[in-house]
Nanobody, 121 residues
Framework: QVQMVESGGGVVQAGGSLRLSCVASGRTLVNVDMGWYRQAPGKEREFVAM??????????DYDDFAKDRFTISRDNAGNATYLEMNSLKPEDTAIYYC????????????WGQGTQVTVSS
């Protein structure tokens, strides 16, 4: 079982920045993909960014809207991920969820409780 706690959300004006944190516990996650999704009111949950483990270290994937403004990072122990968000827009308003995908015969996905990000115009 994996438990995750997100933090760092809040209210910010358009053009501002926020840094989200997600700390996981319950098992070693150093070789597990870990990242972020978001869900805006009335919309489906969508992919934001992900760190993926390779034998050379972590790589990062972003959705197109996040590529130039958001930066995802991972701590060396692998149990925490961070999302630096810059130049925030009102359309970035959403609940941001941390996600971990544990591989295995039956892959299991875990989600945090979410942290609210509100960008005012």
């Amino acid at each position: 079982q994996v438990q995750m706690v997100e933090s760092g959300g809040g209210v910010v004006q358009a053009g501002g920045s926020l840094r989200l944190s997600c700390v996981a516990s319950g098992r070693t996650l150093v070789n597990v993909d870990m990242g972020w999704y978001r869900q805006a009111p009335g919309k489906e949950r969508e992919f934001v960014a992900m760190t993926r483990w390779t034998w050379r270290g972590y790589t990062s994937d972003y959705d197109d809207f996040a590529k130039d403004r958001f930066t995802i990072s991972r701590d060396n122990a692998g149990n925490a991920t961070y999302l630096e968000m810059n130049s925030l827009k009102p359309e970035d308003t959403a609940i941001y969820y941390c996600n971990v995908n544990v591989p295995g015969p039956v892959p299991v996905g875990y989600w945090g409780q979410g942290t609210q990000v509100t960008v005012s115009s």
